[in-house]
């Protein structure tokens, strides 16, 4: 385990999101203000969730692939355990205010603030950044007022109306649930890009949620891939999170 697979499990969290509530029109008559406003209430509500997920991670030098449970609490804890036959690889822990995490093969151990995951991706990001991402939601909040929209076939593709300087937002909304079809995140001077891609949501006890996700990072000649793909979901069931770093092991540096 190196920091191949802490990316991906870093990257990983679930989510859940309950139907939404359209506002009627086609495609081309809806104001900004109505796509943003079927956005918001498309945001998930639910209060724990329980997955297995399959993540296969690839850069420029192998792919890797395993399954990982993942539980989560919304909008307080995501916690991560990557086994194999019965036996943990790495655990992970985050909350707002933290990273934690530990890998057994190597025996070394993560304990910080995001500041190791912003670097790894090469954009800042945070814990609701993060699961926005998982959630099919925008990384940054959708103002009315300050973002225009254009209609790219069954899509809405949104951006600001003025990118903030050397950094350029935008994403596609699908019509029919105004979930995020993608989302691009670029920094043109440092070359860097940051692109998720979402396959069809699923729906879970009326809810929906994504059956993969593609999440593509890229700087200058080096390239990510982390797919993610669900076999099982389980909203609102009882867990818990165990997490305790094992003695011994060493602080992993960057």
Not at 53 to 69: A, F, H, P, T
Not at 139 to 156: C, M, R, T
Request: aromatic share 10%; net charge negative; hydrophobic share 40%.
């Amino acid at each position: 385990m190196n920091k191949t697979f802490v990316l991906a499990l870093f990257t990983l969290m679930l989510f859940s999101c309950k139907g939404t509530k359209t506002v009627t029109g086609s495609a081309e008559d809806l104001a900004v203000k109505n796509i943003v406003k079927s956005h918001q209430l498309a945001s998930p509500d639910f209060s724990t969730l329980a997955a297995r997920v399959y993540v296969v991670y690839e850069d420029d030098k192998k792919q890797q692939g395993i399954i990982v449970s993942l539980r989560m609490e919304k909008d307080k804890v995501i916690w991560m355990k990557a086994s194999l036959l019965g036996i943990t690889l790495a655990k992970a822990k985050i909350t707002p205010e933290r990273v934690s995490y530990y890998e057994t093969v190597g025996g070394t151990y993560f304990d910080g603030d995001f500041s190791l995951l912003s670097e790894w991706l090469g954009t800042d990001i945070d814990f609701h950044k993060a699961q926005a991402i998982l959630l099919g939601q925008s990384i940054f909040p959708i103002e009315n007022g300050q973002y225009i929209s254009a209609v790219h076939g069954d899509k809405y593709k949104l951006q600001p109306k003025t990118q903030p300087f050397n950094f350029i937002h935008s994403l596609l909304l699908l019509s029919s649930n105004f979930k995020i079809a993608s989302e691009t995140l670029s920094q043109p001077s440092e070359e860097r890009i940051l692109t998720i891609r979402y396959e069809d949501y699923q729906t879970i006890e009326g809810s929906l949620y994504p059956s993969e996700i593609h999440v593509l990072a890229s700087e200058k000649e080096n390239t990510t891939k982390i797919d993610l793909t669900y076999r099982k979901i389980e909203p609102n069931v009882s867990i818990n999170f165990p997490f305790t770093i094992p003695d011994g092991y060493s602080e992993m540096k960057l």
